[in-house]
């Protein structure tokens, strides 16, 4: 069981990336997905979840309105498409996976590796 994640990069502000999450050994549909980010010397924090019935999706308040959480299915791939990224965006992101869950708690069931993104000029 596994979940890859990629995307991550440079990118100035005002910039859009987009993470992908490949998950392997088990399927997607069924599982809530989320993103979460983290930097040196603070908690990992909740940006985005989808939840398994893909009928509620909560957002970190600043990032909402500029990024999207979206599945696909017949790819087993979970992404997180970012605009308008702001230095503050700037973090190391991980992709994870919840089963039947409407929520993604820090108490998810499987996790990506992460993936850096830096947002600067």
């Known amino acids: 069981v596994q979940l890859q994640a990629s995307g991550g990069g440079l990118v100035q502000p005002g910039g859009s990336l987009r993470l992908s999450c490949a998950a392997s050994?088990?399927?997607?549909?069924?599982?809530?997905i989320g993103w979460f980010r983290q930097v040196p010397g603070k908690e990992r924090e909740g940006v985005a979840c989808?939840?398994?019935?893909?009928?509620?999706?909560v957002y970190l308040d600043s990032v909402r309105g500029r990024f999207t959480v979206s599945r696909d299915n017949a790819k087993n791939t979970m992404y997180l498409q970012m605009n308008n990224l702001k230095p503050e965006d700037t973090a190391v992101y991980y992709c994870?996976?919840?089963?039947?869950?409407?929520?993604?708690?820090?108490?998810?069931?499987?996790w990506g590796q992460g993936t850096l993104v830096t947002v600067s000029s």
């Open positions: 994870a996976a919840k089963y039947d869950s409407i929520w993604c708690p820090l108490g998810m069931d499987y």
């Open positions: 050994g088990f399927t997607l549909d069924g599982y809530a």
């Open positions: 989808l939840s398994s019935s893909d009928s509620v999706t």
